[in-house]
């Protein structure tokens, strides 16, 4: 049997453990996670473990990123089989803090990015989303010391951010991305896939092979506007309500209006049923 990962939930306990890490000389990697842990998080620990010796795992639930209306509530829960899992992928510390160990007592500090957080994408939907991001993902940062953390190209408008944020704040870490783990049929694994229905779970699919319909299309020339007129229109007939789909620069999200533009990035988000459902490919 797999040894249980050590699980840390304590500011002064995870500093002492990176400190015997950092003594040893031993590169250290970050994985930050809400836990519900998939397929598509453990291809980002497995990443992390060929550039690092010591693999950190966080599984925190973050409240900041989630807006009163939004599902922190039921959000899934899932702590014995993800420590389990990550038992297996032989993950050295699991950082598991309480929110009062996050968010203390008179907590009062907030990063607000700007650039990639305000592209008119996701932040368009979820105006309290990247500032929760930020910070968490800031203080995980600065809490587990990583020489580098690794982030899913699943949520691209957030990888841009964290990348910013790296960047603008100095941080000594390097931002590792992975491509989108996705299911047999084309979803993109996340952990509130969990919410569909069996007949929503059926259809969810469209997404990405609408995605991939209108890369293939705008690569081969076709007018960008009425590619993603004909996408979107796709994604709704399916039963989808539309957040999204926009073609942008890969890497500043600025609005692309031809293939010339690029590289581009497609992103969409769309809701079915109770369910938001977001993905990206690249052109
Ligand atoms: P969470 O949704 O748990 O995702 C954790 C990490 O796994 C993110 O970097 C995300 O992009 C990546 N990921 C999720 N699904 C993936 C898939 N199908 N393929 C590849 N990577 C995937 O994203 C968050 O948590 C939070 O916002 C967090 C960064 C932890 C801050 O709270």
Known sequence: ???????????????????????????????PTMGALHAGHLALVRAAQRRADSVIVSI??????????????????????????LAALKTDLIWAPSVE??????FATRIVPEGPATAGLEDAFRPHFFAGVATVVAKLLIQCEPDVAVFGEKDYQQLKVVARLVRDLDLPVKIISVPTVRENDGLAMASRNAYLSESERAVAPVLHRVLADCAGKIAQGALVARVLDEGGAAIERAGF???YLEARHAETLKPIETAD??????????????????DNVGV
């Open 241 to 243: 309500t539309l957040d």
């Open 101 to 106: 160990t996050m968010y203390p007592a008179g």
């Open 261 to 278: 533009d690029g590289p581009i990035r497609l992103l969409v988000a769309a809701r079915i049923g109770k369910t938001r459902l977001i």
């Open 60 to 85: 925190f639930v973050n409240p900041t990123q989630f807006a009163p209306h939004e599902d922190l509530k039921t959000y899934p829960q899932t702590f014995a089989a993800d420590i389990a899992v």
């Open 1 to 31: 049997m797999a040894r249980r990962p050590r699980v840390v939930r304590t500011v002064s306990a995870l500093r002492r453990t990176v400190a015997r890490f950092r003594a040893a000389h031993e590169p250290i990697a970050l994985v």
